[in-house]
């Protein structure tokens, strides 16, 4: 029982015996709905970089329970876009880093978890200058 702000992209599984299901873990969690798989990880890579991490433990409360849909609603995500390429590059790491999840490949996961930190802090800079050129 701990503060880990974890985020990982679910979807439903198709079983012989219960047919087509949404996959459901245990304990406190939160569901973050999607228009399509891209933008489910796109928003996943976001939240598990570096910086929006360090931001999600500065505005909670620490207990397992202090992350709540107002603080998740005070990150910036900016809206996916398929043509923006820094959202399509986060969406194709995100798949790379579940899948060295899954495999348990730790160098694999490290790696490509830099790579998430890299372009975040590139999407947040461009983000930043776009605003200061609105007049």
Known sequence: MGFYPDFVV????????????????????????????????YVCAVLNSSAVRKTLLTLSSGGKSALSKDIIMKIKLGKFSNKKRLHKRLALLSKMAHHFARSEDKTGLRKTETKINGVVEQLYRDIRQRKRHVF
């Open 10 to 41: 679910v979807s439903s599984v198709k079983d012989k015996y219960v047919g087509k299901k949404i996959v459901v873990a245990e304990h406190v969690q939160y569901f973050i709905p999607t228009n399509n798989e891209d933008e489910a990880y």
